[in-house]
């Protein structure tokens, strides 16, 4: 029989870095994980560079059905607070694109430098690979000073411990180890889990709707992308990249967290111009086909795909811009700058960035991430119902939840152990 003051499940983002703070903070910690490689989804974050956290980080970068929970652990670990822990590193990074933030070099400088933190508290071991079996509560142990207690079964011996950190990810990309697990645990204690469900993630649409397009997949250019209505609309400027099966990019995975089955989400083709306006007065001075006026808005391809659909629905759109009606080049003005489209469907989880939804962060405390009706029992990272956008701000939910949750393991310690 092992014995730790806390356990943490999971050996990726959230679980590592609360593992070096809680053993610098002197717990003595023991991290386990059932995949063979540590931290596999920091290594191929960000194209190999890890986007580790976003300079304008706030609770409205977030979905959550609480959308005010995240709001604590952000404000007590911000991307200043990360970027002095990589500058004490000594690890390059820069700034991309609107506040996020990478590394120079590898994503793998941050897991080292995780790892480092575990190794300089001198109180933290990790077991990997290992796979729990299963977890026992029990109000106390005499093997240890902590108000409860539970035991973990797994195929490296028996572990009891005051505490529990359950850090083990959403379900995205399952080849590299993303498991169910979370859910299970808080479903075995009587936590809610608010239905998980595949964010920042390809919408794809029905094969003969979406033929005429297909051949275009590759194809990327900025766009305004929104859904919802009226109060819940939501619109990002970002780029899009058309696929086989339909649409990725930026704005398509920003957009996809938010999309719901059944309802269409909305493009402007050309958001930074007066498409109307441009083509009315192309008609006064051109001779040109429209598709070649209309190449100098968006790139060639997709104009000569454009006007060939509209011809299809019975525009005439494929004629001189100076033989074409004013109500006609209005209507494709229209048309691109309001193209409505009805995704059938995303790629799913083997193509998701993140996982929408979690254990319900009502039956979490907002300070300390400890399940209120559990004593001992932690939730960080991507298993909690808080989603970032696109952007690094999934990390920074990581680091924030987790320092939050160490913060807390170390104040419960202090209360409950002898003078
Ligand atoms: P994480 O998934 O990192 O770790 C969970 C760990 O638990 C894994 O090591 C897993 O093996 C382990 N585990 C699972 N089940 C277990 C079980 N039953 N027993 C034991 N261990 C178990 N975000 C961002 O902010 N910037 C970015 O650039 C990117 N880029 C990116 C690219 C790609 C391709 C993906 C898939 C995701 C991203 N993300 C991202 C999202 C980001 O990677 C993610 O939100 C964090 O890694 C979440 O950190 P966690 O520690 O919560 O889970």
């Known amino acids: 029989m092992h014995s730790f003051d806390v356990t943490i499940i999971g050996a990726g983002a959230a679980g ?13 910690v023991l991290v ?3 995949a063979d490689k540590v931290a596999e989804k920091i290594r191929i974050s960000g194209g190999g560079r890890c986007n580790f956290t976003n300079r304008d980080t706030g609770a409205a970068n977030f979905l959550s059905d609480n959308p005010r929970f ?9 991307p200043r607070d990360f970027t002095g822990l990589l500058d004490r590193h000594r690890i390059a990074y820069h700034e991309k694109h609107k506040g996020q933030l990478f590394c120079d070099h590898s994503a793998d400088d941050i897991i080292q430098m995780l790892l480092a933190e575990c190794a300089a508290s001198g109180n933290v071991s990790r077991w990997q690979p290992c796979a729990v079996r299963s977890i026992r509560f029990s109000p106390s142990s005499p093997r240890i000073h902590w108000p409860s207690s539970y035991e973990i079964d797994s195929n490296q011996g028996t572990v009891v411990c005051g505490a529990i950190v359950v850090a083990t990810g959403g379900l995205s990309i399952p080849k590299i180890g993303a498991t169910d697990f979370g859910y299970r645990v808080a479903r075995q204690f009587g936590l809610p889990v608010v239905t998980p469900r595949p964010a920042l993630v390809p919408l794809t649409f029905d ?20 859904t919802g209505s009226k ?19 930026p704005g398509v995975l920003q ?7 059944g309802t269409p989400i909305r493009l402007n083709l050309a958001p930074d111009t007066d498409v109307a306006a441009f083509l009315t007065e192309a008609k006064t001075r051109s001779r040109k086909r429209i598709a070649n006026e209309l190449a100098t808005l968006v790139p060639a391809r ?29 209507a494709l003005a229209e048309h691109l700058s309001r193209w409505e489209v009805n995704p059938t469907g995303t790629e799913g989880y083997r193509k998701a960035e993140v996982t929408a939804g979690g254990v319900d962060t009502r039956a979490l405390s907002s300070q300390t991430l400890e399940a209120t ?9 991507e298993v909690v119902d808080v989603t970032g956008w696109l952007g690094g701000y999934n990390f920074q939910w990581a680091w924030a939840s987790a320092f939050a949750c160490a913060q807390g393991l170390a104040a419960k310690l202090q209360g409950s152990s002898p003078p």
Request: proline share 4%.
């Open 16 to 28: 590592l870095f609360c593992a070096g703070v809680a053993g610098q903070l002197g717990l003595k």
């Open 32 to 34: 386990l994980d059932h």
């Open 70 to 78: 995240c709001r604590s652990a952000l404000s007590r670990y911000s």
């Open 207 to 226: 094969e003969a709707a979406w033929a005429p397009f297909a051949q275009l997949a590759g194809l990327s250019l900025p766009v305004k992308i929104e």
């Open 231 to 249: 109060k819940d609309k939501i619109a990002f400027l970002e780029d899009l990249l058309f696929t086989h099966r339909g649409l990725s990019g």
């Open 255 to 261: 957009i996809s967290s938010y999309w719901q089955p």
């Open 302 to 330: 997709l104009a000569d795909t454009w006007v060939a659909q509209g011809a299809r629905l019975g525009h005439q759109w494929e004629r001189p811009v100076n033989e074409a009606s004013d109500k006609s080049l209005i």
């Open 373 to 381: 009706q559990q004593s001992g029992l932690y939730f960080i990272g």
